[in-house]
């Protein structure tokens, strides 16, 4: 089973830009696809972006296309999240996980890292 753990988080202002890893442990990861979702106080956990196991294909959510690029180091067994022109409403706590079926709906992804908390202030 794939082990997770999320880092980049922080404190940035509008307009900024924050590099989210997550570094993957197991001998799965390589041949797995990923994805990045986040969780706001009082809303449901969505889909941010997703990539496939070798990187060739991803998927973002409406509202951080052209702004955010996920992308994997499948030697270093990294996946990553490069959030650019960030808005207050992307502060939430940011997750990656694996994706084990279907769609982007999160519970289609397993084996969740614990978060990383991205604030934008205004």
């Known amino acids: 089973q794939v082990q997770l753990v999320e880092s980049g988080g922080g404190l940035v202002q509008a307009g900024g830009s924050l590099r989210l890893s997550c570094a993957a442990s197991?001998?799965?990861?390589?041949?797995?696809?990923m994805g990045w979702f986040r969780q706001a106080p009082g809303k449901e956990r969505e889909i941010v972006a997703s990539?496939?196991?070798?990187?060739?294909?991803?998927y973002y959510a409406d509202s951080v296309k052209g702004r955010f690029t996920i992308s994997r180091n499948n030697a270093k067994t990294t996946v990553y999240l490069q959030m650019n022109s960030l808005k207050p409403e992307d502060t939430a706590v940011y997750y990656c996980?694996?994706?084990?079926?279907?769609?982007?709906?999160?519970?289609?992804?397993?084996?969740w890292g614990q978060g990383t908390q991205v604030t934008v202030s205004s």
């Open positions: 990539i496939s196991w070798n990187g060739m294909a991803t």
């Open positions: 996980a694996v994706r084990s079926g279907s769609g982007y709906d999160p519970a289609a992804f397993a084996s």
């Open positions: 197991g001998p799965t990861f390589r041949g797995s696809a």
